[in-house]
């Protein structure tokens, strides 16, 4: 995002996330992998891998801040402690509120367990529910979402065989 943006609000949120905020996240072919340094992004974890690109939690509570201020996010469910609930998956849902917009987002942490899996499920959550406002969504989608339009081969729909109607009876008892 350049200074000279004038863009804000909801507009704001949408704009792509420059190099910088974006991180890779390795995901390893095979669950049992062999663990071992990568040569793409210098990590120790099972090899070989695909590196996912997304936005961390702290890049994203920039955006929001800049988008609005007064943001907030809150748990969709309470549980008797008056702590949010998490569903039987061990999943968060929540609601985040945009410039006075409201999404559902959930996160997870992946069996994680103790307060660093709980943050985690936060995180998530709100990667989720910003997603639905369009944070990152080139990110999310595997290919080029908004690919120049004139690149695109253009078809006609093909046209359909006119069906005869069956024959009405239109006698009533």
């Not at 099972?46 to 690109?53: S, Y």
């Not at 936060?122 to 595997?142: S, Y």
């Amino acid at each position: 995002m350049t200074k000279e943006d004038k863009r804000s609000g909801l507009d704001l949120l949408r704009m792509p996330f420059p190099a910088h905020q974006i991180s890779k996240l390795p995901k390893p072919f095979k669950r049992d992998s062999p663990k071992g340094k990568c040569a793409e992004c210098g990590g120790y974890h099972g090899l070989p891998a695909m590196h996912l690109d997304y936005v961390g939690h702290a890049a994203l509570t920039d955006r929001l801040l800049e988008c609005d201020a007064y943001w907030k996010w809150e748990p969709v469910a309470f549980g008797p402690d008056g702590l949010p609930a998490l569903d039987k998956n061990g999943g968060l849902w929540i609601r985040l509120t945009v410039c006075d917009h409201e999404r559902l987002g959930y996160g997870h942490a992946d069996g994680k367990s103790g307060g660093d899996a709980i943050k985690e499920a936060i995180g998530d959550a709100l990667r989720n529910a910003a997603m639905r406002f369009g944070a990152a969504l080139d990110l999310w989608h595997k290919g080029d979402l908004h690919g120049d339009e004139d690149d695109q081969p253009v078809t006609e729909p093909k046209q359909q065989p006119k069906q005869e109607s069956p024959p009405q009876n239109n006698d009533r008892i």
